[in-house]
Structure formats: C-alpha cells, structure tokens
C-alpha cells in the first residue's frame, strides 16, 4: 500500500517550452502532497504544498508564476514547469499524506527534466 | 524551528559488518521522525517512523532505530548489512501531523564485498 507514481520519468525539452510532471496516489486519497527539487548530491528541497481544492502554499524563494501547482482530486497533483530554463533542469519529487497516515509522505519515483 | 543534522556524509563498510547511522534533531517537543532511503536516480522509500510509544523501532529491510529523548537522536542501525544496502539515507522530522518535513543532508553509504 501507499504507492505513489510519478509520470513522466524523464523528460527532455527545449529552453522556453513548458513541462507538466504528474503525481498520482495510486491506493489512497492524497489530502496534501508535496512538490521537492533536488540537486545533485544534496538534500531535498521543499518547492511547495498543495491540499486537494485548494491554492498551493509555495515555499520563499520559489516563483510561484512559474511552477505551476494543481490538486484537483485526490488522487492528481500536476506540476508545470512554465518557460523552462536550463537553469531549471532537476530531479523533481512528490509525496503524498493522507489523513489516515498522519504525519508520513510517502514519495513517488521522481523525474529527471533537462532543459536543452 | 526544527532541524535535523546527520553528521556522516559518507560511511563505508564491508558487506555482513553491522551499521550505525547517525541523527540528531532540534525540536522544542517530541517530533514525529523518520528514516528514509533513496538508491540512485529513485525517489525515497519510508525505511520507518517514530510516532510515539516503544522507543525501539523495526522498520523494513531488517533496520531498527532508536529514540533516544535525552540525546536528541534517532540513530538508525541494522545488525548486517547487504550490498544492496549501498544508497542514500535520510533521517527527517515533523514538528506536527500537518507539518512540514525537515531532512537532515543524507548519509550515502557504501558497502565494500
């Protein structure tokens, strides 16, 4: 159980063109997920938190104009990376809580984007 | 506001030889904690989780960890380890229920035949 799936896993695209990553809980209902970068050899970086319904809470320092965030079932997060850069290439990575769970997150698989 | 610190970025050890990795956190109260492991180019999978109770926890893979209130740790240790063990391992908190998760810097591990 708790399964999280992360689609696409990779994705390659060119500089100015803009990337959906889908977050799917596969055997629950998902109240909150998470959006996190990751750097090579680093830790993760929370980008923002999303409830089912409602508006994104992003964390500072991240453009919320250009990661796009939505929760519209319990099961579906989205994000867009709009006008991707280079600079935005990164491993991105989601988790999903429910209400039954409590605290915990569990994680999807991730996705590598690379900006050409 | 909490913060979690694993001291070792690297450890090495020879496959069969026990492990300790170690966790420190800082947390007005007792937080929930949490170990999690993440293999190259993967997402992280829950190794095990401190809510509350026995102190001594099992989790997955044949790892346990340790609450430890006094020391602030939560040490995560497994008696044997395998080479499929190699990855990275993460030790994370959260203040409450609805709250945020922290994570330490990752600990990458190492197992030498």
């Known amino acids: 159980g708790a399964v999280v799936s992360q689609h696409p896993s990779w994705v390659i695209c060119k500089s100015g063109t803009s990337v959906k990553i889908e977050c799917r809980s596969l055997?629950?209902?998902?109240?909150?997920m998470f959006w996190y970068r990751q750097f090579p050899k680093q830790s993760l970086m929370l980008m923002a938190t999303?409830?089912?319904?409602?508006?994104?809470?992003?964390e500072q320092g991240v453009e919320k104009d250009k990661f796009l965030i939505n929760h519209a079932s319990l099961t579906l997060s989205t994000l867009t990376v709009t006008s991707a850069h280079p600079e935005d290439s990164s491993f991105y990575i989601c988790?999903?809580?429910?209400?039954?769970?409590?605290?915990?997150?569990?994680f999807g698989p991730g996705t590598r984007l690379l900006v050409l | 506001a909490q913060s979690v610190t694993q001291p070792d970025i690297h450890i090495t050890v020879s496959e069969g030889a026990s492990l300790e990795l170690r966790c420190n956190y800082s947390?007005?109260?007792?937080?929930?904690l949490f170990w999690y492991v993440q293999s190259p180019g993967q997402g992280l999978q829950l190794l095990l989780k401190y809510f509350s109770g026995d102190t001594l926890v099992q989790g997955i893979k044949g790892f346990e960890a340790e609450f430890k209130r006094s020391q602030s740790s939560f040490n995560l240790r497994k008696p044997s380890v395998h080479w499929s063990d190699a990855a990275e391992y993460f030790c994370a908190v959260v203040g409450t229920s609805y709250g945020k998760l922290t994570f330490g810097q990752g600990t990458i591990l190492t197992v030498h035949p």
């Open positions: 055997d629950f209902q998902a109240t909150t």
């Open positions: 988790s999903a809580r429910s209400q039954l769970a409590g605290a915990t997150q569990y």
């Open positions: 947390y007005g109260a007792t937080p929930y």
């Open positions: 999303s409830n089912e319904g409602s508006k994104a809470t992003y």
